[in-house]
């Protein structure tokens, strides 16, 4: 048998690494990071998501209320009885990245901490897709160790006591009676009189006109033809224009099914609608045209003008898809 030695050994290894690391594909890096500073309990904390990635990656948003809500040791508080949570989720956002390129995605999470001392935040767990990729891929942070203090000045610390009863002098006494007395004399008088004027001069209720009001699904198309019309496009401003295009369907989807959608990312939007009892395919169409829209706004994606035509027709579909079916004969939605 040949021996291997020297060049030929190093090559080998180097071939082997090679391969490794191109199956290993390109590298995805999550990390949490919390403010410097103390923290107290009750307090907001932002804390910082930062992702690194290969351009043109897709990250599902994090749910990091999920994440948090696992499997712990129930506080002093709640062993009591009272319902207070080790940790509460206020909102989570996406920011702009500072580092100025593709290949970094940053969103902001605001929390409060109700247990005092170390509190372990668990890893949080984010599913992406790489570019021209339909494989799901997933990423871990390390876990996040913030100390929180009590508003106590010390652990044995007594609560503070109160100063005594306020004692009236008893020389007051009739005094304080009497004018509580007149004071209630006085006002029924009041009402009494109130009530005959009221008897005694009717007052004619005229009724205000009514006025039609413009269903929702007509608002958010006029609302459509004005984007449309706007110089945005024209003017290059394409992650302006799906902003607009987005607030437009959400303002039209909480209005037609009575919920605040503005505020609320695509998974909860399509979350309050199955809830709401909204057929699935509105409900499909309105996740694939807020995704298209979440891409140019939070990817810096940058779509050729027939894609950005393919997005405004996905919100006429979803328009037209739930608006109400018209009354056989009237014109008039049902």
Known sequence: MRRVTGPFLRAALLAACGGLAAAAGPEVTARLEAPAGEITVGDPVVLTLKVTHPPGAVFDFPDVA??????????????????VPLVMVDEVKPVETQGGGAGQTWWSIRLRLFQPGANKLP?????????AS?????????????????????????AAGNKGQWVISREWWP???????????GAALFLAVRRFRRRARPVAVVP?????ATPPWERALADLERLIASPLLAQGRVKEFHVVLSEIIKRYLGERHGFDALDRTTEEVTT???????????????????????????????????RVDETVD?????????RPAPIAGSGVAA
Do not use: N, Q
């Open 175 to 185: 005094l304080i009676l009497w004018s509580a007395g007149l004071l209630a004399l």
């Open 123 to 131: 890893a949080l767990k984010l599913v992406y897709r790489l570019a």
């Open 272 to 306: 309050d609608l199955e809830r709401l009892g909204v057929v699935k395919e509105v409900r499909d169409l309105t996740r694939l045209f807020l995704e298209a829209c979440d891409l140019v706004k939070f990817a810096k994606h940058r779509p050729e003008r027939a």
């Open 314 to 322: 996905a919100a006429r579909r979803v328009i037209e898809r739930d």
């Open 66 to 83: 999920a994440a948090l809500s696992g499997p712990r040791e129930p506080s002093e508080d709640e062993r009591a009885g009272a319902a």
């Open 134 to 158: 339909a494989e799901t891929r997933e990423v871990l942070t390390d876990p996040v160790v913030l100390t929180v203090k009590s508003v106590l000045g010390r652990p044995d610390e007594p």
């Open 208 to 212: 205000a006109p009514v006025v039609p």
